[in-house]
């Protein structure tokens, strides 16, 4: 189904890059994880960098097998595995435990199947040009607007009526936005962290835009651009610069 898969990543800083990205003939993983606020006590003995590592690898494990359940289905059983490792050494039930976002697709039965959680969205190129995007903008609605306390996303990670990653708490992948679309009307399917949409949240490019560069140039390039863009113009927020993570998976447009 996909003629080629590829992909980028960069660290924002000197710190290791919290992002990760996985992928294989038929599917790609992006992950990116949650920074934690500085002095606060996550509870656990492992950071942002060992939960990203060890649930991709769960979820490559997954997806390289063939698993034929749900993308949700899937990443609920990676999250419990992850879990399991370390459940007796950390307490999980602590709310600032290490989390992560997750984006995934995965071609199969003519169909391109997606699973976005958390702040990392799936976007198609249409074979008419058109951009369509799949995002998960809980965590962009929270009360009283950014920037938010850390009181506040304490309260609100996992938790009715506030955003949901993927980290201690299984069930979180119930709350994935997940589908599919037909193959046929697609020309590729591009899998970013928010680091990479810095060029449509901020610095006034369209989705179609973003596409376009992702089918004409690679994800390297792309990143290239974000970084170019954050020297030129600075941030709107936050970070200077952020683990910036893109995917793009072409389709073959001769593949039933």
Not at 2 to 14: D, I, K, N, P, Q
Not at 34 to 47: F, K, N, Q, W, Y
Not at 211 to 230: F, H, N, T, W
């Amino acid at each position: 189904m996909f003629a080629e898969v590829t992909h980028s990543s960069r660290a924002g800083s000197e710190r290791p890059n919290e992002d990760l990205v996985l992928a294989g003939p038929s599917w790609a993983v992006v992950l990116d994880g949650a920074t934690a606020a500085p002095g606060v006590d996550s509870g656990c003995a492992h950071d942002v960098a060992w939960l990203v590592g060890r649930l991709g690898s769960a979820l490559a494990a997954g997806l390289a097998a063939g698993h034929n359940g749900s993308l949700a289905g899937l990443l609920e059983q990676a999250v419990e595995e992850v879990c399991a490792t370390h459940r007796g050494t950390c307490d999980l039930r602590n709310p600032d435990s290490p989390s992560s976002t997750v984006a995934m697709v995965r071609g199969a039965r003519g169909r391109v199947e997606y699973l976005v959680l958390g702040d990392s969205p799936v976007a198609f190129l249409r074979a008419d040009g058109r951009a369509e995007v799949v995002s998960d903008e809980r965590l962009d609605r929270l009360p009283g607007g950014r920037p938010y306390s850390v009181e506040l996303v304490r309260r609100l990670r996992n938790a009715r009526g506030g955003f949901w990653v993927a980290g201690a708490l299984p069930e979180a992948a119930r709350q994935a936005v997940c589908g599919s679309v037909a193959a046929h009307d697609l020309r590729g399917v591009g899998v970013f962290t928010d680091g990479a949409t810095r060029l449509v949240d901020w610095y006034g490019w369209s989705w179609g835009d973003l596409l376009a560069a992702m089918e004409s140039s690679g994800p390297a390039a792309v990143l290239g651009a974000v970084r170019e863009l954050e020297a030129a113009r600075g941030p709107v927020r936050g970070k200077r610069h952020d683990d910036a993570t893109a995917a793009w998976l072409r389709l073959d447009p001769f593949s039933p």
